[in-house]
């Protein structure tokens, strides 16, 4: 019963954004580096960079029936990679979905945690 609860409790918290996206990572060569939000890069964190969503947005992001919560720390992709991809996830938020020597995910589902 308190799994339940629990688990309607979290399904609560999300407000999907019917949105998919292309991910791709970024990873310790990037390690040390402030990001545009003031953080510390740390590519062992569940992080991301995006131009749509504000510092601090926690965004559950799904592929397959894999899942992760990441923070919006930084800005990225670099502008010139848009149209292919709109996250850049640090190293062990995209591994949480899929073997980084995939460099890219397509229809990765995006939710908003509010």
Not at 32 to 48: N, V
Not at 89 to 100: K, M, T, V
Request: charged share 30%.
């Amino acid at each position: 019963m308190k799994t339940l609860a629990l688990a309607m409790i979290v399904i609560g918290t999300l407000a999907s954004t019917g949105r998919t996206v292309n991910v791709s990572w970024y990873g310790a060569d990037h390690d040390g580096r402030r990001t545009a939000s003031g953080s510390i890069f740390d590519h062992r964190k569940l992080t991301c960079a995006s131009w749509d969503y504000k510092f601090g947005t926690k965004l559950r992001l799904r592929h397959g029936p894999r899942w992760v919560v990441v923070e919006v720390t930084d800005r990225g992709p670099a502008k010139r990679l848009l149209k292919s991809r709109q996250l850049d996830l640090s190293r062990e938020a995209f591994s949480r979905l899929a073997d980084p020597d995939a460099g890219i995910l397509k229809n990765v589902k995006v939710e908003v945690m509010k």
